[in-house]
């Protein structure tokens, strides 16, 4: 499958930022993280009313609505400024691509897709200090379909506010920028950098050859699954397992055997998650809050000879997200959250660290309302994450709307090879092994 970049531009804000926002100070989260930038891909199939639509006059309305959508995300179209700790929201713009792809989004709908087709699709911006914070990119099927990548630093936001972003483009698109929720920003002005913080991130492990796999978790076998887990005695004084901890666990058992088999011997095994705090502190946070506003979970155990069993897994994954909740819900002090927040991010760096652990970091999408963008030829038919170049896992909810779960796993093709044959795995799921058969090319100037 080619992918062709037609043309690329600048979208600007429909209306200036005002002085008084023109510097937009960063969080004490937004100085924890460091600025990689994070993808997303929104596909659309080619419905009736998406080929009602001429499509110059579906490019001229997206970037409309787009400039509209900027002028109220105003620090989205800015540029971070690492020295002074700020966004200088200087309305320079974000980067939007057109594209055209040689092939039909049935092929990717159907699992005909591989990690560097998804890159094309959503282009990687490279490090440079005045790059956009935000690159869009139309991508238009010989079919006449769609795909809309996303890639996002960082440093202005996480998925809640990407997630927010989306749904206010597409609402200004299908209904007009009036029906839009103007956002909040507020979030650096309560919580702000009272000194840096210098947190050494590890150097990760970027591979060029590696599997994608997409495993489709039906919301019928994770209901089995969790009356099953609930009713268990383990449990009982715990309460009950959610489907994102289920899943997380069955695959984290694969991967304990995976790395098992692959490194000759048990390692010490590493989860680690992030975790929304918007509506879980005793803290006033203001309706949608753009920003970061998350923490991190992490807990790990010895890996003895017996491999450990689904329910052991299950009830540790299950008992740091609980413990985690019951230790953010206590907190009514910002001073508090952001001491509590910034040695979760420590302990994080510290696991990602030790080179004897297996370490299993697993980023849930699920309940966001990603699957609500509707710029007015209805609802994503799929959405997906850009694969990252290491291992990784990403749960996001299934588009059929069955309480289901799709994982996109990215592994290196020898651990794809066993992961995929795990029995839990294949009793669990429906598998899509999606193979390499990309190019991309730049027909730009």
């Known amino acids: 499958m080619k992918v062709e970049v037609r043309s690329k531009k600048l979208v600007k804000p429909s209306a200036p930022t005002p002085n008084q926002h023109r510097k937009l100070g960063v969080s004490f989260i937004d100085d924890l993280l460091f600025s990689k930038h994070v993808g997303i891909i929104f596909y659309y199939r080619a419905h009736k009313r998406l080929h009602e639509i001429d499509t110059l006059q579906r490019l001229r309305r997206l970037e409309e609505s787009l400039s509209e959508t900027l002028a109220l995300f105003y620090p989205l179209a800015g540029r971070y400024v690492e020295d002074g700790l700020f966004i200088d929201c200087n309305d320079q713009g974000v980067e939007f691509i057109q594209a055209k792809v040689d092939g039909t989004l049935q092929q990717i709908l159907q699992g005909d897709v591989d990690p560097d087709l998804l890159h094309c699709l959503s282009k990687f911006p490279l490090q440079a200090g005045n790059n956009p914070l935000v690159v869009l990119q139309l991508n238009e099927f010989d079919c006449g379909g769609l795909a809309i990548g996303m890639r996002f630093s960082h440093k202005i936001g996480d998925m809640c506010t990407m997630a927010t972003f989306m749904n206010s483009w597409a609402t200004a698109c299908r209904s007009g920028i009036h029906e839009v929720v103007p956002p909040n920003f507020e979030l650096p002005s309560l919580f702000p950098v009272k000194e840096p913080t210098f947190i050494q991130w590890p150097a990760f492990p970027f591979r060029k050859e590696f ?10 076998a994770l209901s089995r699954l969790k009356a099953a887990s609930n009713s268990s005695d383990s449990i009982a004084n715990n309460g009950q397992r959610s489907r994102v901890e289920i899943v997380s666990a069955l695959i984290c058992k694969a991967l304990i055997s995976v790395d098992r088999a692959t490194k000759g011997l048990p390692r010490p095994f590493a989860f680690t998650a992030a975790i929304n705090l918007r ?14 506003l998350f923490a991190q979970i992490t807990t790990s155990f010895t890996v003895e000879e017996r491999e450990p069993s689904f329910s ?10 609980r413990n985690a909740k019951l230790k953010y819900a206590a907190i009514a002090d910002a001073g508090a959250l952001c001491s509590t927040v910034a040695d979760s991010f420590r302990d994080l760096v510290g696991m990602l660290g030790r080179d004897e652990a297996n370490v299993i970091q697993i980023d849930s999408w699920c309940r966001f309302p990603l699957y609500g963008c509707d710029f007015g030829w209805g609802k994503p038919d799929l959405v997906s994450n850009t694969s990252p170049p290491l291992r990784s896992v990403g749960l996001v909810d ?14 290196n093709q020898d651990e794809m090879v066993l992961f995929k044959q795990d029995p839990d795995i294949v009793a669990c799921t429906s598998q899509l092994l999606l193979p390499r058969n990309v190019l991309c090319r730049n027909t730009t100037k």
């Open 279 to 292: 509506e879980r502190v005793q803290l006033k946070i203001p309706t949608n809050a753009c920003g970061n």
């Open 211 to 220: 599997a994608l796999a997409r495993l489709k978790f039906s919301g019928l």
């Open 398 to 411: 299934s588009p059929i709307d069955d309480g289901g779960i799709d994982a996109w796993i990215t592994l």
């Open 312 to 321: 052991g897994i299950l009830n540790l994954i299950g008992n740091a997200h």
